[in-house]
């Protein structure tokens, strides 16, 4: 079964400063998608950023951007310039399809990130 | 403005009650899912329909049973919870494709459920 662990429950940054957020996962499978997704506290779950498993370059999304590393198994996401609205819970997911054709995400525990003024 | 809505916003209920959560999608997806998000646990899938059709049940207990009428409407509903099931409640969609192509899923706010 996948797994996706993220270790770091809390982080803080300050505004305007970088910060990277941790991802690591189990698979055996060779084709999958990763994901990132924000969570504010008005509870909506939002895509930040997502990359497929067989493209070696990292995607980027204006501030966002990631580091795969697919031999690593790891899937770290770096926030630049750091916003005050920034701040929220990243879950780090793992995608791949059923049988019957849907997808099936995993997630992580979630990291509860901080912007500091 | 989120293309996915999901009602109540919050419920509380008695573990004898009955209650429904609702979903509607208005972005013309073909495939919802209902995840369960408890504290300091990641998100746990419960069911997903694709085409209306239920592709997936993850071992959720009887006492949760989904119904989707129509690609556009997910409900959930809810009969002798257990305090345990306290929790947020996702609905999301996404656009299934086929082949071996996965397009991101989009969620709603979910429900605040507390079991008395």
């Known amino acids: 079964a996948q797994t996706v662990t993220q270790s770091q429950p809390e982080m803080s940054v300050q505004e305007a400063e970088t910060v990277t957020l941790s991802c690591t996962y189990d698979?055996?499978?060779?084709?999958?998608?990763l994901f990132w997704y924000k969570q504010p506290p008005s509870r909506q779950m939002i895509l930040v950023i997502r990359q497929e498993a067989y493209k070696q370059q990292n995607a980027t999304e204006n501030r966002f951007s990631v580091n795969f590393q697919k031999a690593a198994k790891s899937f770290s996401l770096k926030i630049s310039d750091s916003q005050l609205g920034d701040a929220a819970m990243y879950f780090c997911a793992y995608s791949t399809l059923l049988q019957g054709g849907s997808e099936k995400l995993v997630f992580g525990k979630g990291t509860k990130l901080t912007v500091n003024p | 403005e989120t293309g996915v809505t999901q009602t109540p916003r919050h419920l509380v209920m008695g573990m004898t009650n009955k209650k429904s959560l609702k979903c509607e999608q208005h972005l013309g997806h073909n495939a919802m899912y209902w995840y369960k998000q408890s504290a300091k646990k990641p998100l746990e899938l419960m069911f997903v329909y694709n085409f209306k059709e239920q592709t997936e049940n993850n071992s959720v207990p009887s006492r949760f049973s989904p119904e989707c009428p129509n690609s556009s409407h997910l409900f959930l509903h809810l009969h002798t919870l257990q305090p345990e099931d306290s929790a947020l409640y996702l609905c999301?969609?996404?656009?299934?494709?086929?082949?071996?192509?996965?397009?991101?899923?989009?969620f709603g706010d979910g429900t605040r459920l507390s079991i008395l």
């Open positions: 698979t055996s499978e060779s084709d999958y998608y």
């Open positions: 999301a969609s996404s656009q299934e494709e086929g082949g071996s192509s996965i397009q991101p899923q989009h």
